[in-house]
């Protein structure tokens, strides 16, 4: 199953780390999918990063960021283990939505009589 994602940044959290102001420590982020089937299902991702491991020279400050720095931040932290969690979620949620919840009909609730006496 073939799967395009778009992404979409969410929330940043920043925090001074070392050398660096306002460094961007936490992702949150969408990526919405479709399948060649036109199935469509959300993941929301949460990418930590640590500016410690960034060189002084090639710190980018928070005024200086868009979306397509940070996204690009989110995709080079990517493993395979969460790229596999997306495609798990997606499949889940396609699947979910592809049943329906109903009461049995041969289910017939117990009746509760009740009973008032007159005073």
Known sequence: MNIDWSYTLGEITV????????AVVVV??????????????????TTFLNAMEVPVSDFI????????IVLGWVHAAMDEMQEL???????NAVAQKASRTIKAPWHVPDVVETVVEDS
């Not at 949150?28 to 991702?45: F, K, Q, S």
Request: proline content about 2%; hydrophobic content about 25%.
């Open 61 to 68: 400050s928070l005024n200086d960021l868009n979306d397509e």
């Open 15 to 22: 925090k001074d780390q070392g050398a660096h102001t306002d």
């Open 28 to 45: 949150r982020w969408v990526a919405d999918g479709i399948d060649e089937e036109g199935n469509t299902a959300p993941y929301n991702g």
């Open 85 to 91: 969690q997306m495609r798990m979620h997606f499949k």
